[in-house]
T-cell receptor
C-alpha cells in the first residue's frame, strides 16, 4: 500500500512561536493532501485540502492565516501553525489518496506550553 | 448532507467475546464505505472497505457488509483479542469526491 510520513512525530513549542509539520507521500505522487485535527477522544476534523501548485481549501471555521498550508511539490505538503497558543495543542494528521482509498500519516502531536 | 453515525463508546469486552460496532450513514451520492482503526498514539489504518451494495469487506477477522437498504456498515468480529483494543472509525467517501466523512469513533477495550 501507499506510505505517507509525517515529521516530526511530536513537538513541544512555546506560546507565540510557529511550528511547521511536514507530510510526505513516499511512494506515490499526491496532487491533493488533507490535513486533519484530532482532539483527545474525539473524531477527526478536516481542516483543509492541500492542492499542489495552488492555494489550499479551508473548511469552514478554520483560520487560514493561523494554519498556513503549502503544497510545493507532488510529494510534500506542510502545515505551519503560526503564533501557536495552548489551545492549538492537538494531534494533527495528514492523508492522501492515490486511489479511491486514503492513506494516513502517523500523526504529529503538538503541545504548546 | 453526508454523515456517519457510530454507536457511542466506550465499549469494553472480555477476550474472545463477539464484537459488533454499529455504523449507519446518510449520503447524497453513492458512497464507498470504510472502517479505520487507530491504535494508541498512532495515525489511522484502513481496516476494511466496501465499494458497492452487498459487498463484504474483511480483514484480520473483522467483517462488515455494505447494506444499502438499511444504510449500514456494521463492524463485527467473532472473537476479539486484547490487541484489538483501539478506536474504530466508520467513514464514507462519495464517488468523485475526495473527502472522507468520519463517524465520531468508538473506543474499544478488550480485557484479558
Amino acid at each position: 500500500g501507499a506510505v505517507v510520513s509525517q515529521h516530526p512525530s511530536w513537538v513541544i513549542c512555546k506560546s507565540g512561536t510557529s511550528v511547521k509539520i511536514e507530510c510526505r507521500s513516499l511512494d506515490f505522487q499526491a496532487t491533493t493532501m488533507f490535513w486533519y485535527r484530532q482532539f483527545p477522544k474525539q473524531s477527526l476534523m478536516l481542516m483543509a485540502t492541500s492542492n499542489e501548485g495552488s492555494k489550499a481549501t479551508y473548511e469552514q471555521g478554520v483560520e487560514k492565516d493561523k494554519f498556513l498550508i503549502n503544497h510545493a511539490s507532488l510529494t510534500l505538503s506542510t502545515l505551519t501553525v503560526t503564533s501557536a497558543h495552548p489551545e492549538d495543542s492537538s494531534f494533527y494528521i495528514c492523508s492522501a489518496n492515490p486511489r479511491e482509498e486514503q492513506y494516513f500519516g502517523p500523526g504529529t502531536r503538538l503541545t504548546v506550553t | 448532507g453526508d454523515s456517519v453515525t457510530q454507536m457511542e463508546g466506550p465499549v469494553t469486552l472480555s477476550e474472545e467475546a463477539f464484537l459488533t460496532i454499529n455504523c449507519t450513514y446518510t449520503a447524497t451520492g453513492y458512497p464507498s464505505l470504510f472502517w479505520y482503526v487507530q491504535y494508541p498514539g498512532e495515525g489511522l489504518q484502513l481496516l476494511l472497505k466496501a465499494t458497492k451494495a452487498d459487498d463484504k469487506g474483511s480483514n484480520k477477522g473483522f467483517e462488515a457488509t455494505y447494506r444499502k437498504e438499511t444504510t449500514s456498515f456494521h463492524l463485527e468480529k467473532g472473537s476479539v483479542q486484547v490487541s484489538d483494543s483501539a478506536v474504530y472509525f466508520c467513514a464514507l467517501l462519495i464517488r468523485g469526491a475526495q473527502k472522507l466523512v468520519f463517524g465520531q469513533g468508538t473506543r474499544l477495550t478488550i480485557n484479558p
